[in-house]
């Protein structure tokens, strides 16, 4: 049974209500490590967003009609690890075709995706949720555009943090992962809106 | 290097947490509860030490081209293990950590110790050297979970330890206390290190 929940209050909950970093702590290591700079995390968050979209939709046409009729479910891990390889290692070479600009500005963000957990979470919570297509394609978009919104927004903080005085223990990591609960505090204030599940 | 180095560097000076707060999102989802956060980072253990002893293992007969995705369905290999496991002797364990199992997968300490130490180490340190970083990354975790269910619940591994009176903090529940109480965690651990270079 797939959950009874219109594709665009899915949408709108995968943003802010179920951020997929601020509620589901996925995508944490990308999403410290390249918060530095807003243009490198904007360029992350958009690689990141095409590749769930992507990724979400493929991830599920392959459960339902290959690991589910050939009853191979147990080794979906495999299987979507290597689809999300696959669509990086592609998308890397289409986009290096069309528009070398844009390889260029993306260029060390694509590879760091296929070990983004988030794109894997997002797939495995399409299957223990059983969502249906429409509703997976649109989890992946939200979800992305989440993640990217939260990354941009914390990396706008952090430029103001550089300049601010903190304690010599908390410096880097500690006051960027404050930042981030404060972010996570924000977010739950748009709960009452829509609930996903 | 000894196993004594080893130890000490994974569990403190070199803790994966502490230094590049590497493959916490996995985990720090089900601090919640102790038992929970238990089984979770045994899984993270176990799959690191033994992905780790099988990528050494293997070493010389991977070109080095391929190691990557070679490695990638090593660690996935572990990881169906583990959740075929759980889900036979821990059901309900297995329902409440979700997908958070998979999802050991894509913790970057695992890749960063076949990488940056199997690759170039015996079988048995290799081994050695996983066991302990899941262990550096064990005791961290553990003390978050700590915090958040005796706090959040009131409960210890379930069970009831403050008195009845006493009203649960409801944030220790959600989500932003992991990051604040890690924040802590991290705060405590570096002011003794900065300490101790001093």
């Not at chain 2, 030490?49 to 391929?66: D, G, M, W």
């Not at chain 2, 048995?124 to 553990?142: C, E, I, N, P, R």
């Amino acid at each position: 049974m797939s959950p009874d929940i219109t594709p665009i209050a899915l949408f709108v909950a995968s943003i802010f209500t179920s951020n997929i970093l601020l509620a589901n702590f996925l995508g944490m290591c990308s999403f410290i490590s390249i918060s530095k700079d807003m243009t490198s995390a904007s360029g992350l968050g958009l690689a990141v967003t095409v590749v769930l979209t992507i990724t979400s939709a493929i991830n599920y046409l392959v459960l339902q009609y290959v690991l589910i009729p050939l009853d191979i479910v147990y080794l979906r891990f495999i299987v979507f690890i290597i689809v999300i390889a696959a669509v990086v290692q592609m998308l890397e070479m289409i986009i290096d075709r069309i528009s070398p600009a844009l390889y260029m500005a993306l260029g060390i963000f694509l590879p760091l995706i296929t070990v983004n957990c988030a794109i894997l979470g997002v797939a495995l919570f399409i299957e223990i949720r059983h969502y249906t297509f429409i509703q997976s394609v649109v989890y992946g978009l939200g979800s992305g555009l989440g993640w990217w919104l939260a990354i941009v927004l914390l990396s706008a903080i952090r430029k103001k943090i550089e300049k601010a005085p903190v304690p010599a223990g908390l410096k880097g990591p500690g006051i960027t992962l404050i930042t981030i609960g404060f972010m996570a505090m924000a977010f739950i204030g748009f709960s009452g809106m829509v609930a996903v599940q | 290097m000894g196993m004594k180095d080893i130890f000490k560097e994974n569990t403190w000076s070199n803790n994966p947490i502490f230094i590049q707060i590497l493959g916490i999102c996995s985990t720090l989802a089900v601090t919640n509860k102790l038992t929970n956060t238990l089984i979770m980072t045994i899984g993270v253990m176990a799959v690191t030490a033994f992905s780790s002893l099988t990528v050494s293992a293997l070493k010389s007969l991977i070109p080095h081209k391929v190691r990557m995705i070679t490695q990638t369905l090593i660690i996935a290999f572990y990881v169906i293990l583990v959740d075929i496991l759980l889900k036979a002797w821990f059901p309900e364990v297995s329902k409440s950590l979700g997908p958070y199992v998979g999802l050991i997968i894509t913790n970057c300490i695992i890749m960063g110790r076949a990488e940056a130490f199997a690759q170039s180490n015996t079988p048995l340190l290799s081994f050695w050297d996983g066991l302990t970083s899941g262990l550096g990354y064990m005791w961290v975790l553990m003390s978050i979970a700590f915090i958040r269910e005796l706090l959040g619940f009131g409960t210890l591994f379930d069970v009831r330890v403050l008195p009845e009176g006493f009203v649960p903090w409801t944030i220790m529940v959600m989500a932003p206390s992991a990051f604040f109480i890690l924040a802590m965690v991290l705060w405590i651990a570096k002011t003794f290190m900065n300490k101790e270079a001093a």
